[in-house]
């Protein structure tokens, strides 16, 4: 079997390789095609987005594809940034970006209610007419200050009670573990295991 990542993020491709990386099938990227779409997410939901890129990944290339969507939700924020967590200080914000204004607009948040969970959908696209999705997700608390140095997007400012860091200041075994897409792509890695004992 050949699965298409169906994302230009770097560190997003990096994370999912690993975590699928026991599985007998060929993971291709964007690397392997001379081209590959950037489809515009324009759902309301995780879900929607997800299903957006895996079906325009499947098009484009002709092989099975699986995308992910990702969100932060902040319970004092109303769910917010949510669908809008790669774009929140804007349509060309950097990680630093979206993580300082997060920051700022928490500044006044009392510790007991800044609790927040990373949540990821994912899709994958076996063909035109079937479709199947999973999700993960993972509970904590938005930090006063940036703590840790790896991950990316707001990995920094989201804190894991159970291991008492952010997500920035685990290994990446260690968030594979917990965080939110590690637990979604378990899932998916269930999901495409079954495929495999089907078609066999």
């Known amino acids: 079997m050949q699965l298409v990542l169906a994302t230009n993020n770097p560190h997003k491709i990096e994370e999912i390789r690993a975590?699928?990386?026991?599985?007998?099938?060929?993971?291709?990227?964007?690397?392997?095609?001379l081209e590959f779409p950037d489809p515009e997410e324009t759902g309301i939901?995780?879900?929607?987005?997800?299903?957006?890129?895996?079906?325009?990944?499947?098009?484009?290339?002709g092989w099975p594809a699986l995308a992910d969507d990702t969100g932060l939700e902040v319970d004092a924020l109303d769910g917010a940034p949510g669908v809008y967590s790669a774009r929140y200080a804007g349509p060309t914000a950097s990680y630093a970006d979206n993580c300082t204004k997060?920051?700022?607009?928490?500044?006044?948040?009392?510790?007991?209610?800044r609790t927040a969970r990373f949540r990821t959908a994912i899709a994958i696209a076996w063909s035109v007419d079937e479709v199947e999705w999973v999700d993960g997700e993972a509970l904590g608390?938005?930090?006063?200050?940036?703590r840790g140095a790896s991950g990316f997007g707001y990995d920094p400012v989201f804190f894991y009670p159970p291991l008492q860091k952010t997500f920035a200041e685990m290994s990446a075994d260690e968030k594979n573990v917990v965080s939110h897409r590690g637990r979604a792509l378990a899932a998916a890695v269930e999901r495409i295991e079954r495929r495999l004992t089907l078609s066999s």
């Open 141 to 146: 608390a938005i930090t006063t200050e940036p």
């Open 102 to 113: 997060l920051l700022e607009v928490m500044r006044d948040v009392p510790g007991e209610r």
């Open 45 to 61: 939901t995780l879900e929607a987005n997800a299903e957006i890129k895996a079906r325009a990944i499947l098009e484009a290339t």
């Open 19 to 33: 975590l699928l990386a026991a599985l007998p099938i060929t993971v291709l990227t964007r690397d392997d095609f």
